[in-house]
């Protein structure tokens, strides 16, 4: 079936989706399957965060889910920023945000706590673009549009 002729999807299907594309960084994925992954994963780490501080074997799978969510937030960002038909490497502004942020709070320790807002607003302002700006609808470079624009919960 093509994706263009794809009905209406439940969420679970479409975190499965999200699941099964999470380390995928080619393609495309809509704001649906975005804010879906982003609500789940933050449930799921304030779970495994203050479950984890009361059993210390929850705390070491805490750390673990947070590293494979933050790869698999990078591939969605990545597929987000395809949908809206632009390139991947838009996402490289949060690293080097950080990294330049880190530079100069070492050369200038004095300025690290008045410095440290920069690498927040940037992760802020770029899903704030990512999760709301809509892609074009039908194809584009990156393929076709999934999931389809109208959505509809079971």
């Known amino acids: 079936m093509a994706l263009s002729k794809v009905g209406a999807m439940s969420a679970v299907k479409l975190v499965e989706h999200s699941l099964t594309h999470c380390l995928d960084f080619k393609g495309r994925a809509g704001r649906a ?3 879906l992954w982003i609500v789940f994963s933050l449930l799921m780490t304030a779970g495994f965060y203050f479950i984890g501080l009361t059993a210390p074997l929850l705390s070491e799978i805490w750390k673990a889910w947070f590293a494979l969510t933050f790869i698999f937030g990078i591939s969605l960002t990545v597929r987000r920023l395809h949908d809206m038909d632009l390139s991947g490497k838009w996402f490289l502004i949060v690293p080097i945000g950080i990294l330049v942020t880190f530079a100069i709070a070492t050369l200038a320790p004095a300025l690290m706590a008045q410095m440290l807002w920069i ?12 999760g709301f700006v809509p892609g074009p609808v039908g194809e584009n470079r990156f393929g076709h549009a999934f999931p389809p624009r109208a959505l509809h919960f079971d």
């Open 33 to 35: 399957e975005f804010w």
């Open 119 to 130: 690498p927040v607003a940037l992760v802020m302002v770029l899903y704030f673009v990512v």
